[in-house]
């Protein structure tokens, strides 16, 4: 009987319409366990770094986390893991939602697609029941549309559901795949991938329990971490002026063309939820609430969170809150992930002012900033590849390269990736969104780092008694230096952002979000509690030594494909602007030298030789000596 996890793995080939279910490999499951460290290896095994993304050998594997489904607070994350259209590389999107805890309480922890089907299909998953069906009557549909009708089909209105819109459908690189309001798993093209596999969705329903090895001390570890979560509830309760505020001043320098601070954009924004906002809603077992419902002059609502309150006011120029919840909600139904969508039309209209697009290429529509009308035409046709939105719904770094004309001068990526609209005009955002494979600085960031190393050493001593401090006992004496602020201690923040990145891995394999484990500064779980999670779930005998080497295992492998593909040291970047162009007060263009001097010690604390490849040592150390034989074999080592 397996203690944490289902105990299945569910296979299912689209091209033969085959469907396989097989007993989990305990050992691969206590050496990664689960989410994106099974998924990364199933990854390695069976799908070539020459395998192009579309095509019936690219994966769609989707895993769910060994604490996901269970009572462990905020475990609901599933991680969806395939090849890129857009970057070539092998990428992972971690979703929330509900959808992950369903598939374990039907019994799987993963789902692998394979394969190409003729016709449109969804796939039905009740328990032991597992059906692919016709999905020719949903082809075409939006992703609430899609849902109502599968929810209606079924005849089970709380049926958890994964689909893909009008955009996957059109392989748009930007195309997401849709869950419940607000959660979704985007970008790099995950739902052009799923698209391509002519699969509209995935339902599941499960009646099943998951087993705890040590069910009184899993539960005691649970009500002791809910102790802990006032600080960061009243932050989501109340989060409005001051965050709201900040952030709009971080985008407005940031990387979609806006030069001009906000002004009192936190104003603005406490007024528009005072007058907008219904409610907040959770994902699956959490009890923090980070989503706000937001009501619509139609009278539907959007769910939103974070940097989507503000990404289209700043890349067109708009600045108002009512117009960017109506392009996230359009985005929402036509599946579309709004940081890529946004940059789209950035890209576009940047384009447009310096002659390189002319009305001959946008079929006669004139491009500007601040208008509405123009922003809700573009993201439809982006989302049906329509006119110029064909164009841009093969990314900025493609697109820039069709046009031309020196276009590619004014596209800003990390690995063919758009970036989030945050400037990275600060070493530590600068790094973290260099280092990933996916140009997600999400799973590399963390509060403190950002905000509490410049604290006077006061509140630092305070915070490490306090018990929310989730950096390993090494790292206490680093905090309690004196650092600069905005981090501009460029050398000095490498260890704790190499930790961020084990920390949040971590995460992605157990299925906690990250907005309890470490995200923002008073997270509730800290690592010593997320270790006991997995203790007393899995029955396993593991400690802090351990589970951060499970999360270096899952980092390396999947740096060690990403190395097959062609990513090396000049992949590790920001674009070039940010070393060239000075922003605004108070921030700062960045220093070329000591960049590169991070990028050393970030390798040197990897286990990375100077081009980023893992080193025979640390794979070994890693017990992955299969990847090392097999970068010996290509030359690699």
């Known amino acids: ?103 374990k309480h039907a019994g799987y922890d993963t789902v692998a697609i394979s394969g190409k089907s003729p016709t449109p299909v969804y796939v039905w998953i009740k328990d032991d029941n597992v059906e692919i069906r016709d999905a020719s009557h949903l082809w075409g549909r939006d992703v609430r549309e899609t849902q109502r009708v599968i929810r209606e089909e079924l005849h089970r209105q709380k049926v958890q559901i994964l689909c893909i819109g009008p955009s996957g459908e059109n392989k748009v690189y930007a195309a997401s795949i849709e869950h419940s309001s607000g959660v979704s798993a985007s970008r790099a093209g995950v739902g052009a991938v799923m698209g391509d596999k002519n699969l509209k969705a995935i339902a599941v329903c499960g009646t099943n ?205 990390v690995k063919k990736m758009e970036l989030v609209p945050f400037g990275l005009y600060t070493p530590y955002r600068a790094l973290r969104t260099s280092i990933t494979d996916k140009a997600d600085m999400t799973r590399a960031e963390a509060g403190v780092p950002q905000h509490g190393l410049a604290a006077p050493r006061d509140w630092k001593e305070q915070y490490i008694k306090s018990g929310f401090f989730s950096y390993s006992k090494e790292l206490e004496k680093l905090f309690l230096d004196d650092f600069v602020g905005l981090a ?38 800290n690592l010593g509690d997320h270790i006991n999670l997995i203790s007393h779930a899995t029955g396993m005998n593991i400690d802090e030594i351990e589970a951060m080497k499970i999360a270096r295992r899952a980092g390396a492998l999947l740096r060690a494909y990403n190395v097959m593909t062609g990513i090396r040291r000049k992949d590790d970047r920001p674009p070039e602007k940010y070393f060239r162009d000075p922003p605004p007060q108070p921030y700062f263009r960045l220093d070329r030298d000591k960049f590169n001097k991070m990028i050393d010690e970030y390798y040197k604390l990897r286990g990375w030789n100077s081009e980023g490849i893992p080193s025979k040592d640390e794979l070994d150390r890693l017990g992955l000596n299969h990847v090392r034989q097999t970068l010996e074999e290509k030359g690699l080592l």
């Open 209 to 413: 329990d998951i087993n705890i090895a040590k069910p009184s001390k899993f539960i005691k570890s649970c009500e002791q971490i809910l102790k802990k979560t006032d600080r960061i509830r009243a932050f989501f309760d109340n989060w409005s002026y001051e965050s709201a505020q900040g952030m709009m001043d971080h985008m407005a320098y940031g990387n979609l063309g806006e030069e001009v601070p906000y002004g009192n954009s936190g104003k603005l924004h406490a007024d528009f939820v005072e007058k907008s906002r219904s409610r907040i809603t959770p994902c699956y077992n959490c009890g923090i609430g980070c989503k706000n419902a937001i009501s619509l002059p139609d009278g539907g609502y959007c769910f939103v969170k974070c940097q989507s309150w503000f990404t289209f006011m700043v890349a067109c120029k708009i600045r108002d809150f009512a117009f960017n919840m109506k392009c996230y909600d359009l985005c929402e139904k036509y599946g579309l992930d709004t940081i890529s969508t946004a940059n789209y039309i950035a890209f576009a209209i940047d384009l447009y002012e310096k002659g390189i697009l002319t009305k001959k290429d946008t079929e006669g529509m004139h491009l500007e900033w601040g208008n509405e009308d123009l922003a809700f035409s573009l993201i439809e046709k982006i989302a049906r590849r329509e006119g110029i939105g064909d164009l841009l719904a093969n990314g900025v770094y493609e697109a820039a390269h069709m046009i031309g004309k020196g276009a590619e001068e004014h596209v800003h990526h």
């Open 488 to 525: 501009r201690d460029y050398e000095k923040i490498v260890s704790f952002t190499s930790h961020d990145v084990d920390k949040n891995a971590l995460a992605d394999c157990t299925g906690l979000c990250i907005f309890w484990t470490g995200f923002w500064r008073y997270n509730p779980i």
């Open 1 to 103: 009987m397996p203690f944490g996890w289902a105990g299945t793995t569910l296979a299912i080939d689209l091209s033969l319409g085959k469907i396989e279910k097989k007993e989990s490999d305990s050992a691969l499951h206590e050496t990664y366990l689960g989410g994106r460290g099974t998924n990364t290896q199933m990854f390695w095994d069976r799908v070539p770094v020459e395998e192009a993304a579309f095509s019936p050998g690219n994966l769609l594997i989707f895993g769910a986390g060994v604490l996901t489904g269970t009572l462990a607070p905020g475990a609901n994350r599933t991680v969806l893991t395939t090849k890129s259209p857009q970057t070539n590389l092998q990428t992972y999107s971690n979703l929330g939602g509900f959808w992950g805890a369903e598939l």
